[in-house]
């Protein structure tokens, strides 16, 4: 089994982060979701996979973001893994605002 936990990092290009604040079209987030589950299956012999992405106020630390992938092989499970989260930032319907120390936010 692969994990990957992406968690809110303090530092995003050198400026301090506070918070992280996630907002999503739900259906397509669990359609496009879903999609990457079947992609990643006709890609690698997945036996068990589960991705959750967080939604609302974030702080340091917290976890915004899982996948994981069971496969035959520990080989297997990292690249599948690896290919479902960079899908997940690509086609998910999921938006980020930065909330900086310096007391602005951006959409990002």
Sequence with gaps: VALFLGTVRELTEERQTLALDYEAYPAMAEKKMAEIEGETRERWPVGEMAMVHRLGHLKLGDVSVAVAVSCPHRSQ????CRFAIDRV????????????????????
């Excluded at 930032?89 to 990002?108: H, L």
């Design 77 to 80: 499970a990292f690249e599948a």
């Design 89 to 108: 930032k690509e086609i998910v319907p999921i938006w980020k605002k930065e909330n900086w120390a310096d007391g602005s936010t951006e959409w990002v």
